[in-house]
């Protein structure tokens, strides 16, 4: 249930019913985002009854049958814009994080943030904890990945986006991340996703390769009701039966997940192609789309990479990328998209 206030309601009726929506034993979620002031109650509603509608702070009681609410437009009409310290993501441009998949080296790893920073990205990407499939695949340098992390991000001047994959490394993967990313093979990781809510860091939640974009939004809403709001959704391709490219991009969660959430939609042309000569035309669509951002894998030598080496850019296709990229983003501005 929402419950939308009155615009002369004073702050003491607005506690004062939120104090009573606590004493029913359910939790009220004030939107901060819009031009109304409203609550989100998340619970068991019928106990409010209906002669909350009379009270004279109350313009209307809204009864929302979607099962996310935090993450739902109904809750907060506007766009949630999160601050980065070189960028905003959910603002006109999109934002660019790109890096290789894992972090392998400390040269591996300027260089890459030297060259992606120079030609427009605000976010190096790396893991130093890697979710692999086979158990004999390289699992990252952990620990040792994350000092290189912190030390090419004082050098280089460059927001961190790594990836965490358990709740006990929360802690120290704050220490250098600017971002968490959490993996799609953790997007159903609850004990993960409520860890992560409980931080003030912003969270990039990949979706799951066959999670549905109901499933995806109610991921979100384990992040936010633990008072995290500021989390990215990104799309990286789902399992269909096509086997040309490693996962299928679904571009049409970019303007579905635009009309059901206020969150930022990121996409990952790399993990949803497989494949580097495809990388481009899927970014450019993604934007032209009206993606907020790009998360795109680039190595200073593919061939070498010791993880996604084949969908990795090099140096001189990410270069030659972000100015079609630039383009994209205006025709969808120029369109409204
Ligand atoms: C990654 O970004 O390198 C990664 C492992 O992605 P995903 O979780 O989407 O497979
Ligand atoms: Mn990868």
Redesign the pocket.
Known sequence: MIIIFDSEATSEQIHEIMDHVRNLDLTPYRSEGNKQDLIGIIGDTDKIGSNLQSHPAVKELVQTDRDYKLASRDFQSQDTAISLPHTTVGSDQPTIMAGP??IESYEQTVSTARHVKEHGATLL?G?AY???TSPYSFQGLGEEGLEILQQVKNEVDISIVT?VMSPDNVNLVNQVADVF??????MQNFPLLKEVGKTDTPILL??A?SGTLREFLLAAEYILREGNREVML?E??IKTFQNATRNTLDLSAVPVLQEKTHLPVII?P??ASGNNTYVPALAKGAVAAGADGL?V?VHPDPPSAR??GEQSLTFEQFKTLIPEIQAHASVSADTGM
């Open positions: 998949c894992a990407r893991g890697k979710p692999r990836e990313q959490i993996g799609s093979r953790n990949k979706r390769m990104c990286r391709g990952d790399s993990h998360l894998e993880c996604d």
